[in-house]
C-alpha cells in the first residue's frame, strides 16, 4: 500500500514500513491509500476529498480530534488510533507537576539560578498524603494517575459519567485540593472547566491540564492564579497549538510544550503498534471506520 507520513514520527516506524515490501512510502497525499498523521494535523474533509484512493488514516495516539471521523466514515476510511499507549507518559508527567507546585521546587529553581539560597519556612512545601486529588476523566490516563496518586497517600475522588469507578460528581470533584483534568475533547467536554468552576474549587488549589487545551478556559486559570484563588497551575496542552500569547513570569506557573506523551519508550512502543495495525490490513481491504474513544 501506497502510505504518505503527514508529519515527523518515530524513527523506528519509518524503518519498519521501509523494510516491508507491502509498503511504499510517498510524499504525495494526493497518491496515498494510507495516511499517517500526528494531532498536530487536521484532517477535514477538503484533505480527504484530495486523497481519492485513501484507505486508512493512522495516528499513533490515543485522541483523534483532529480528525473528522464523519468524513472519513462516509467514504468508508478506517480510522485507527492507540488508546493508551502514552498513557503511564502522561501520567508520570501530571505525577511530576504535582510533586514540583506542591514542594515549590519552579521557586526554588528561580532562586537558585539567581544565586539566592533561600531554604525559608516549611510552611509552603507539603507531602502529598496531605491533599485530595480531583480527576475528571477516569480513562486510560485518568485511572493510572489515580493508581499512582494512591501510592503516594493521596485521597483520590473521580468523575466520568463512563465509568462506574469514578462515583462523585463534578462539583464534589472541583472542591479538592489538586484538580487534574483527563478527559478527551468532544462537545461535551469543551470549555467544561471555565471561570465559575475555577471559583468553586478551595481557595490555594492547584489546576493541572494535561488533556485538550479547548477543555479549560486558559483566561480564566490565569486570572485565578493572578488573584491568588490558585496557589499552582500546570498546562501542557493549548487552543491554539503553539499557544498565541506570551505568559506571565511566575514560578506557581508551569507551561510545557505538549510533551506530557511524548517519551522514548511511548513513541517507540507507538511506532510499533501502529506498524502491526497496518500489517493487519487485509489486502483487498473492506472499510469501516473504528473510532475507539481515549
Not at 141 to 147: F, L, N
Not at 231 to 253: K, M, Q, Y
Amino acid at each position: 500500500m501506497r502510505v504518505f507520513i503527514a508529519a515527523d514520527v518515530e524513527p523506528r516506524l519509518i524503518e519498519l514500513l521501509r523494510a516491508d515490501e507491502r509498503f511504499s512510502l510517498i510524499d504525495d497525499v494526493a497518491q496515498a491509500e494510507v495516511l499517517i498523521t500526528r494531532t498536530i494535523n487536521r484532517v477535514d474533509a477538503a484533505t480527504l476529498d484530495r486523497a481519492p484512493d485513501l484507505r486508512v488514516i493512522a495516528q499513533g495516539t490515543s485522541g483523534i480530534d483532529n480528525i473528522d471521523v464523519a468524513a472519513a466514515a462516509a467514504r468508508g476510511i478506517d480510522v485507527i488510533n492507540l488508546p493508551g499507549v502514552n498513557a503511564n507518559a502522561v501520567a508520570e508527567l501530571v505525577i511530576g507537576h504535582i510533586i514540583a507546585l506542591t514542594r515549590t521546587v519552579p521557586q526554588y529553581v528561580r532562586e537558585m539560578t539567581d544565586g539566592k539560597w533561600q531554604r525559608g519556612d516549611c510552611a509552603t512545601r507539603h507531602e502529598l498524603r496531605h491533599y485530595c486529588l480531583g480527576i475528571v476523566g477516569l480513562g486510560n490516563v485518568g485511572s493510572r494517575v489515580a493508581r499512582m496518586a494512591r501510592t503516594f497517600g493521596m485521597q483520590v475522588r473521580a468523575c466520568d459519567p463512563y465509568v462506574a469507578e469514578a462515583d462523585a460528581s463534578l462539583e464534589e470533584v472541583l472542591r479538592s485540593d489538586i484538580l487534574t483534568l483527563h478527559v478527551p475533547l468532544t462537545n461535551e467536554t469543551r470549555n467544561m472547566i471555565g471561570a465559575s468552576e475555577i471559583a468553586s474549587m478551595p481557595r490555594g488549589a492547584i489546576l493541572i491540564n494535561a488533556a485538550r487545551g479547548e477543555v479549560l478556559d486558559l483566561h480564566a486559570a490565569l486570572a485565578a492564579l493572578a488573584n491568588d484563588h490558585l496557589s499552582g497551575l500546570a498546562i501542557d496542552v493549548f487552543d491554539p497549538e503553539p499557544p498565541a500569547r506570551v505568559f506571565p513570569d511566575d514560578p506557581r506557573l508551569i507551561v510545557t510544550p505538549h510533551i506530557a506523551g511524548c517519551t522514548f519508550e511511548a513513541k517507540n512502543d507507538a511506532a510499533e503498534l501502529l506498524y502491526a495495525a497496518l500489517t493487519r490490513l487485509p489486502s483487498r481491504h473492506t472499510s469501516r471506520t473504528r473510532f475507539t474513544p481515549k
